[in-house]
């Protein structure tokens, strides 16, 4: 009778505590360079967004139109991606131009993932063309994103899917320290009109704010109008119109016109007001509301879109009507009165008394610091949000192909 011989241990097969690395999910987003996209950027490194395939060498900033919506692109460039992340640019493009994008995705089993960024496009007058691209979009998407429940109830009662509601992130760094502002006893309104886009309603805006501050004047309030303007603009019938207005309301309202306005130059144009007015006739959620959010800038909104509804609670929000001047006065004065913030006072402190994030003050500053710290915690609560996005895009796509 035989026995088997014991095993040595120097043939025992040993038990690995060794982890094999994930690899990174490689995404394709239409675009990479915008700002939003960039806030988006995975600190953990368990998502990579590719950069983006320049339209013309020749112009390194400019992302559009988006070379990588393309369904012979995709068919190219398919082992280098794992999905592809639509936000912006779709405008750049016929709508049969997307359906044979999105049938070629199908085709590649690769998933799509889309971003409801804006319900109306501010880049179009005709919103015929942005219905038909969400028409074709927000179904084939195997991850239907937005920004706010507001926005979310829209997509799902008209197209019957709910998407996943996922905050927008700080366009500025969140540890970044932003300018203050210039302190000043007069209190400073002013409206960035930039290239006039055709959802900024130039024209109405100014007129109404000019109207609105010289009513306050008219009180004995020290109050000034500020408007900012491009150079060069999509509208110059428009902006000639604007010049006329600002120089018949005289010294109490200077125009700036300028080169756009890079970013650092941007955060200090804002930091000087004691609100912003935004001049919106149309639109959803609103990238300015989350820039002006992160210096404590005040703003007063067009009761038009989901502004008010963007979390974090973009306050100081009010709101006015775009052809009523005494609505928009009343928004200013509910913006820059002592009890005009939405952090909570102090135990201490009596309420009515903390004081509005006025330009150049302490408690401007304040602000600024307790929300680099919402941001902080919001920026990997939106990475991780996307990761979950995408993973169970990816899983949808594999259990339909397996």
Known sequence: MTHDAPTSPSTTAPTSSVVAPVAPIRVASVPAGHPYVRSLLDPTGRVVHLADPLPDPAEPARWWPPVVLDAAWLRAHAPE??????????ESYPTQHLVAVVETLRDLRLPLVYTVHDLTNPQLVDQAPHVEHLDVLIPAADEPITLTDAS???????????????????????????????????????????????????????????????????????????VDLNE??????????????????????????????????????????????????????????????????????????????????PGPTASFDLDDPASLAAAVIALVSPHAVDEPADAHDDPARVPASRRGTPHRAALQHQRRSVRRRQRHEVSAAHLAVYERALATVAAVTA
């Open 81 to 90: 991606i794992d999905l592809l992340h639509v936000h912006f640019g779709t």
């Open 152 to 226: 979310a109830d829209d997509v799902e009662a008209r197209r019957g899917r709910r998407p996943t509601v996922i905050a927008h992130p700080a366009t500025a760094a969140p540890d970044a320290e932003l300018p203050v502002g210039t302190p000043g006893d007069t209190v400073v309104v002013g409206v960035h009109l930039r290239d006039l886009r055709p959802n900024v309603a130039g024209v109405e805006t100014v007129r109404t704010l000019l109207a609105a501050v010289g009513a306050l004047r008219a009180t004995g309030a020290a109050v000034e109008a500020r």
């Open 232 to 313: 060069r603009v999509r509208d110059p019938e428009q902006a000639d119109r604007i010049r006329e207005l600002v120089r018949a309301a005289g010294p109490s309202a200077p125009l700036a016109e300028h080169p756009r306005l890079t970013d650092a130059e941007l955060e200090r144009s804002l930091a000087d007001l004691d609100v912003s007015v935004l001049p919106y006739r149309h639109g959803t959620p609103s990238g300015w509301v989350e820039l002006c959010w992160d210096p404590a800038v005040p703003v007063a909104a067009p009761r038009a879109g989901h502004a008010p509804a963007q979390p974090p609670a």
